[in-house]
T-cell receptor, first 111, second 111 residues
Framework: EAGVTQSPTHLIKTRGQQATLRCSPI?????VYWYQQALGLGLQFLLW???????NRGNFPPRFSGRQFPNYSSELNVNALELEDSALYLC??????????FGSGTRLTVV | TQLLEQSPQFLSIQEGENLTVYCNSS?????LQWYRQEPGEGPVLLVT?????EVKKLKRLTFQFGDARKDSSLHITAAQPGDTGLYLC???????????FGAGTTVTVRA
């Protein structure tokens, strides 16, 4: 069974640009979660999507947004990139909180 | 603000030695999870503990959940280089299905 897949693996953007990160959940999982892992700060909860709807978001500015598609895959968009947005962005999926599984992440570097 | 405090932040030991890492909170956990994350990868679930006083063993890893469900520890016996990684504790998932992570303990086992 395929795990949670994320793309791209690495992304380099210039300050002020927009970044789009993608996540495909495990088959049968309907929830997708996004976390930011900045150096030394641990994982910070960003967004939770379930059944196509945004259910919860963490303490991040509106520049961070996303969506979930009918096939339950998800996209995270970060607008007006700032240097401090450089981090590993992790996606996880579950079915009603069960089977919580993380992908390998997208390393975003803002220069 | 981290709801979970992990200590120590860094730990470097020789192969064959034992180690213990800690996870503490001022509030009660309904459940607690331990993850290991290797460089360039997402966190992988090691164990979930839910009952105060619970002890779980996974080969050379022993996980304890405090009686008051406010603290937990992970003990590794006869550590091996393959145990190297970032060890994270996480509270939840809660009703909103999100996990709240500690900042982690970076463990390095030298051959």
């Amino acid at each position: 069974e395929a795990g949670v897949t994320q793309s791209p693996t690495h992304l380099i953007k210039t300050r002020g640009q927009q970044a789009t990160l993608r996540c495909s959940p495990i088959s049968g999982h309907t929830s997708v979660y996004w976390y930011q892992q900045a150096l030394g700060l641990g994982l910070q909860f960003l967004l939770w999507y379930d059944e196509g709807e945004e259910r919860n978001r963490g303490n991040f500015p509106p520049r961070f947004s996303g969506r979930q598609f009918p096939n339950y895959s998800s996209e995270l968009n970060v607008n007006a990139l700032e240097l401090e947005d450089s981090a590993l962005y992790l996606c996880a999926s579950s079915f009603q909180g069960f089977g919580y599984t993380f992908g390998s992440g997208t390393r975003l570097t803002v220069v | 603000t981290q709801l979970l405090e992990q200590s120590p932040q860094f730990l470097s030991i020789q192969e064959g030695e034992n180690l213990t890492v800690y996870c503490n909170s001022s509030s009660v956990f309904s459940s607690l999870q331990w993850y290991r994350q290797e460089p360039g990868e997402g966190p992988v679930l090691l164990v979930t503990v839910v009952t105060g006083g619970e002890v779980k063993k996974l080969k050379r890893l022993t996980f304890q959940f405090g009686d008051a469900r406010k603290d937990s520890s992970l003990h590794i016996t006869a550590a091996q280089p393959g145990d190297t990684g970032l060890y994270l504790c996480a509270k939840g998932p809660a009703n909103d299905y999100k996990l709240s992570f500690g900042a982690g303990t970076t463990v390095t086992v030298r051959a």
